[in-house]
């Protein structure tokens, strides 16, 4: 009589779960390093397009004053003033127009805060709400 080799059923099922605990436990671990990944990059995004919208030549500010929750911009390309203010969503509104024009969301309560620089300059400091602690510089136009 020949002797039978190969695995027994008991053997290939084993091999089967560990397998498929091995995909799960790693598509876990892609799906958490995406979410993590885009959460981190989103709001450094945001704010870097934020900072160079205030500083875009199709808007051309010119800066006029700065308070400590609210900077004042003319506009020589429209005509008209604006005001740089938020609470939870900073936002850009046209003074004489009404309306308003969102820019950077996620800002804890009133966190924020102006400061007038030498030049034409204006230091932005915000924190978001996650904790994140955020400052730049925006560099308006000479009138």
Known sequence: MKKMTGFTIIECIMALLITAITLMLAGWGMTALTNSERHSLDHPVDWYVFL???EADS??????????????????????????QGRRVMYLTAVERGG??????????????????PGQRVLVEVTRENGERLAGIIQFYQE
């Open 100 to 117: 308003y024009l969102p820019l950077l969301d996620g800002i804890q309560g009133k966190a924020y805060r102006f400061t007038q620089l």
């Open 52 to 54: 160079k919208e205030m």
């Open 59 to 84: 808007h051309h500010f010119v800066l006029r004053h700065v308070s400590g929750t609210a900077v004042r911009v003319y506009s020589p390309r429209t005509g008209l003033n604006y005001t740089l």
